[in-house]
């Protein structure tokens, strides 16, 4: 029986660590498929690459890909319409089709379930990407108000705001932080969100969704400060599941 192939796309991938997941659940459940990493610079060859790895099943999609790709898709699932992003692709051989899913929302909505409490009313979402997307979708089915923090405006909408328009009394205001950027990610773990981080503080539960470091600067710092801090580890891992069970239907 031929080996079934699955994948991760993106700019840049040696950060990823949806490879090293795989490949080890493959190996442990004793399932003959691979998982692979394909850095494309573009997505113009996208449908070409699909052509051409006829054992392909599933992909992943990754920064800076999963508005984009909407475009090279043949159908998308009702969730991935309304969060306008993808990070899961199935291609059907049956129905001849390319679909398109969003499974970052169920992993974001199930990885903060033990610790998000009642009374949170308000978040920011760093970043507007398509992390942000899901993150934002999650969050307002729990009736969280959500805002905005972007490096610049593509749009004048009331709850976005340019990071340098942030204040300590709007941060205080906030009690739910959620960082979708790649700011901190290895190697450039130095880096952090340009935010007053001096006003976060015991009330405060940041979230930020990189995984690698299991600590970025901006969860130290705010752990520093008493907040509740949680990576996007569990995320990523209940993330990846449901591609699993998504491409398995």
Known sequence: MAKSLFGLIGKSLSHSFSKDYFTNKFLEEDINAEYLNFEMPDLDGFKEFILKNKSLSGLNVTI???EEIIK????????ATKIGAVNCIKIDKQKNKIIGYNTDAYGFSQSIKPFLESGHTKALILGNGG???????VLKNLGIDCFFAVREKKHELDNLFLYEELTIEMIHQIPLIVNTTPLGTFPNINEIPPIPTSSIGSKHFVIDLIYNPSETLLLKTSKNQG???LNGLSMLKIQAEKSWEIWNI
């Open 72 to 79: 090279y898709i043949d159908e998308l699932s009702d969730e």
């Open 64 to 66: 800076p890909y999963k």
């Open 227 to 229: 907040a509740l801090i």
């Open 131 to 137: 992390a942000s997307k899901a993150v934002e979708y």
